[in-house]
């Protein structure tokens, strides 16, 4: 393995040889982000991207905004707690999370928690719906969650730095620092977050008395242009947290759960004159601890590291033609009191082709084949394709065959781990229909996913929860989604956007809908800005879900906000904001089981010099 990094790094230096670009060296995608092949490889998804002024809105975690502004469902155990996902009517662990260009799902679960990412830390984040095994590996079934960084390659200076104090005593701070010339980029930012989270449970007199939870997080990114053919990059990322696990109201939480994230990616890239050359070497880690009383020293723990090593070359074959092929391995090591020393090696190859067979049709082909210690993985597939109608009219195709690798914690978890386990596999389809009117869009997809082997937990005769390859699952349903943004005078606009999601989820052999899968689920949200003056309002609708044992009823939450943002002299500019969070808030029934905070505000200060 040794070997044959080096022997790719030193191909990487010397390959390529240097031509005229028709954009600067420093603009270019392949030096200014990560991955590339988003942009490049996705005509036939639905691309949705999240960017500053609606980051900003979104409060302290990336859960909040997916919430208000995707079709993705979350179940959340309560502010600042565990929130897991389900995109397009599938479980958890078919989300894959993208970090500038590497999955970083866990190898123990197969989740990411959306309350452990502060969107703030990020310069964009993109949705991408629908199948993606073939380009982002194991659990891209229902879509993909994309964090980026990008690097600025131009002279700048740039410093921010964000406080908000609110309810429930809750406070935030974060500072960020930006540099750049045309050879030099590094971006630096440090948030801290704490709250009591000890809100009053809507229509009781009862208080969440175990909610207390504070998180630090450290991100730092930089790159460095040798070159016209060389460039290097490198990504950091630091999660430390500490939280309590609220409980309900028929029972309070004790439990208390420790949990540290660290992630480095090291990138050299090599541009030639029809082709780039990329080595992403990658160090993760992830590390927790669970009490089951917080006032005993008794705990559990556990910990994985995943070391990755891919190879990437990407030419342009024509005009018509462009090939990309990439080469990855992946080394997994566990240790934990409740799942032992478990270790995987895994190695996969995909080649990516693009055809642009007319200026309005152009379509993508993939495979991939994963080689694994532990299982014999499928051959899987992907195409996908967008035709431009008429000027304002397009459609788009994609078709896919997807996989999720069994967990360490699905296969060696004591009590209930299952060693017989095999991946699962998922084939979908996706026709999607594009409407642009100027600053108007509509985007409606119809989708329908077909998974064999899901992977459950489920608990037998003496109570033990245990996982094993029981469900076929079908999955089908329609996402609408609205967007306008409308400039009405000099300094007035207006931003609108609306998302619904029709989902059936269901086991095929008993035709139930899954649990935690809403047929029903719509955001809107309205911004409005007046020269120096922002409104902002959210609406979010949950319909009713399945649980074992019941249902629960939909709910609705709103919240609105207001930001100022005087003209100042010089390089300093300032906003203040003011945000009334569950300024609407309604559910039904089950209260002990799902309890909701009442209406509380928050306040921001953001400061750029």
Do not use: C
């Amino acid at each position: 393995m040794k070997r044959a990094i080096i022997a790719i790094a030193f191909l990487l230096s010397v390959s390529g040889q240097v031509s005229a670009q028709e954009k600067p060296l420093w603009e270019l995608d392949e030096v200014v982000v990560s991955d590339s092949r988003l942009k490049r490889y996705s005509e036939g998804h639905k691309l949705t991207r999240l960017t500053d002024s609606t980051i900003q809105r979104s409060g302290i975690f990336i859960m909040s905004l997916l919430a208000f502004n995707s079709n993705i469902y979350f179940k959340e155990n309560g502010f600042g707690m565990v929130a897991s996902p389900a995109f397009r009517g599938t479980n958890a662990s078919h989300t894959a999370v993208i970090w500038n260009g590497i999955n970083v799902n866990s190898p123990l679960n197969g989740q990411v928690d959306f309350n452990t990412i502060n969107p703030i830390n990020y310069s964009s984040v993109d949705i991408r719906s629908g199948g993606g095994s073939v380009q982002f590996g194991t659990g891209a079934i229902g879509g993909s969650v994309h964090l980026n960084n990008e690097l600025r390659f131009e002279n700048h200076f740039d410093h921010q730095v964000m406080i908000g104090y609110g309810g429930f005593d809750t406070k935030k701070v974060n500072f960020s620092q930006n540099f750049g010339n045309r050879k030099w980029s590094h971006s630096f930012g440090l948030n801290y977050t704490a709250s009591d989270n000890d809100f009053k449970y809507l229509e009781t007199e009862q208080f969440n008395q175990n909610g207390e939870f504070h998180n630090i997080t450290l991100n730092f990114n930089s790159g460095y242009i040798f070159s016209d053919k060389n460039v290097q990059r490198l990504y950091h990322q630091s999660f430390i947290g500490d939280r309590n696990l609220s409980g309900n109201l028929v029972t309070q939480g004790r439990s208390r759960y420790e949990d540290d994230h660290y992630r480095t990616q090291l990138e050299w890239v090599g541009l030639g004159k029809k082709s780039t050359s990329k080595l992403k070497l990658a160090h993760l880690y992830e590390g927790f601890k669970y009490f089951g009383n917080k006032d005993s020293g008794n705990f559990s723990k556990g910990k994985v590291t995943t070391l990755l090593a891919r190879y990437s070359y990407d030419l342009e074959l024509s005009d018509a033609f462009r090939l990309n092929s990439y080469l990855e391995y992946d080394h997994y090591r566990g240790n934990g009191s409740s799942f032992g020393n478990p270790q995987r090696n895994d190695m996969s190859l995909t080649v990516l082709v693009k055809h642009k067979v007319l200026k309005d049709l152009v379509y993508n082909f993939g495979v991939r084949k994963d080689f694994s210690s532990d299982f014999s993985s499928p051959l899987v597939f992907s195409l996908d394709g967008k035709y431009r109608v008429a000027g304002h009219y397009g459609l788009q195709l994609s078709a896919s065959r997807n996989f999720r690798m069994p967990t360490f914690n699905d296969l060696y978890w004591k009590p209930g781990g299952s060693l017989d386990l095999v991946p699962e596999s998922s084939y979908q389809i996706d026709l999607g229909q594009v409407l642009e009117f100027g600053a108007a869009s509509f985007n409606l997809n119809g989708y329908y996913i077909a998974t064999d082997d899901m992977i459950r937990w489920l608990p037998d005769t003496s109570g033990i929860w245990s996982p094993s390859n029981i469900d076929e699952v079908r999955i089908y349903g329609l996402e609408g989604e609205f967007a306008l943004i409308y400039p009405i005078q000099k300094k007035q606009h207006i931003e609108i956007k609306t998302n619904y999601a029709y989902t059936v989820s269901e086991d095929k052999a008993t035709r139930e809908q899954l649990i935690y899968v809403p047929f029903h689920r719509t955001n809107a949200s309205i911004a409005y800005n007046l020269s120096q003056l922002g409104l902002f309002y959210q609406h979010l609708y949950n319909g009713p879900v399945s649980i074992i044992g019941g249902e629960l009823e939909g709910y609705q939450v709103a919240n609105a906000g207001i930001t100022y943002s005087p003209q100042s002299k010089g390089k300093l500019q300032y906003s203040l904001g003011l945000t009334l969070n569950n300024l609407f808030n309604t559910y039904y029934e089950n209260v002990a089981l799902r309890p909701m905070p009442n209406r509380n505000i928050q306040t921001q200060l953001l400061l750029n010099f």
